[in-house]
């Protein structure tokens, strides 16, 4: 593997793309799984058992970073691009490769497709969430990347490096997002979530978010700096902030370590319902559409469609379960058989 220090602008630009696709790629997985729960779409939020809000919480987190990679990307001058994911169990988890060294026993023997809330899906989320201590790495010696947290490092070194030749500008920098900005520490004593990128130090303080929020993080607590805020007595509970203290990683283990108490999820008959995957994929694809389209154009905000999109997914997918079958994103697959 090249040195970062070595990195040209190209590369730098397609390792932003890697950081988004697989950012992109955990949301299918875990939403599937969150939507497996039966009975979620008669409830409030705040009724959601145990199980659904830890999830939920992480989907939304993996949202943030979606746009935080996006801010990153855009400061930098690439165009951000949300590609279709693929799951493909010969080539596991994107960009990744979980040494065996780190791999607890526990974790061994996950599948890498979207699945529902069981103990084989919980494996896969807590391989790909795995923490790995921090150690010296010789790049060059290196075929690809250990965890997340790996690279992430590698990306904060190239961008330091390269910041200066590839920055657009404050001037044409107008494409940053700041749509989860209700999670802002009002003092400004905190990063918050939402992170304008318009130096290197921002855009690093946007990848240590990223890291410390559970993927590949080495420690058991998310730093107050990278946590939630908390939910003031009184207000309306807020699913996306629970438990905001632990770490992606900390809260699928949680959930592994106790998978004989996961609420009841849909049966999966096998055949299901052709005409509810083709509603799901509709959904999945108009919002990768709106993703792209809205992070790629400028202000702060997305339009009211891009949170009607979200939540529609959720509904679509909730559909293909209720029908008897696990949501399929291999799409070219489905639509053979639609």
């Known amino acids: 593997?090249?040195?970062?220090?070595?990195?040209?602008?190209?590369?730098?630009?397609?390792?932003?793309?890697h950081a988004l696709n697989l950012e992109l790629w955990t949301v299918p997985l875990y939403i599937t799984a969150l939507y497996s729960i039966k009975g979620l779409k008669e409830i409030k939020h705040s009724e959601y058992p145990e199980a659904a809000k830890l999830i939920y919480s992480v989907v939304i987190q993996e949202m943030l970073h979606l746009e935080l990679v996006s801010n990153i990307s855009n400061a930098l001058g690439v165009s951000p691009r949300f590609n279709l994911p693929t799951y493909d169990e010969a080539k596991g988890i994107p960009f990744l490769h979980p040494t065996?060294?780190?791999?607890?026993?526990?974790?061994?023997?996950?599948?890498?497709?979207?699945?529902a809330l069981n103990e084989n899906s919980l494996r896969l989320f807590c391989a790909i969430e795995l923490p790995h201590p921090a150690r010296e790495t010789v790049w060059e010696n290196e075929k690809s990347y250990s965890c997340i947290g790996e690279m992430y490092k590698a990306l904060a070194i190239g961008i330091s490096n390269l910041w200066d030749e590839c920055y657009i500008g404050d001037e044409r920098n107008t494409r940053q997002k700041n749509i989860f900005k209700e999670y802002h520490n009002t003092h400004g004593r905190h990063h918050g979530f939402s992170i304008t990128v318009r130096s290197k130090e921002t855009a690093c303080m946007a990848m240590d978010a990223i890291v410390e929020?559970?993927?590949?993080?080495?420690?058991?607590?998310?730093?107050?700096?990278?946590?939630?805020?908390?939910?003031?007595?009184?207000?309306?509970f807020n699913t996306a902030s629970y438990k905001g203290q632990l770490s992606h990683y900390q809260k699928f283990r949680m959930l592994l370590h106790s998978h004989h108490k996961l609420p009841p999820v849909y049966p999966e008959h096998g055949e299901g319902n052709s005409e509810a995957q083709g509603k799901m994929q509709s959904a999945f694809m108009d919002f990768l559409k709106e993703m792209e389209s809205g992070f790629n154009s400028d202000g702060e905000n997305m339009p009211d469609s891009f949170w009607k999109k979200m939540f529609g997914l959720g509904h679509a997918i909730t559909g293909v379960w209720e029908s008897g079958r696990c949501p399929d994103f291999d799409f070219n697959h489905s639509e053979k058989e639609l």
């Open 1 to 17: 593997m090249k040195h970062p220090l070595q990195w040209n602008k190209s590369d730098l630009h397609r390792h932003l793309q």
């Open 213 to 236: 929020q559970g993927e590949g993080a080495d420690s058991a607590r998310v730093p107050s700096d990278f946590r939630p805020p908390d939910v003031t007595p009184g207000q309306e």
């Open 100 to 115: 065996k060294d780190y791999l607890p026993s526990a974790l061994h023997g996950y599948k890498v497709k979207p699945q």
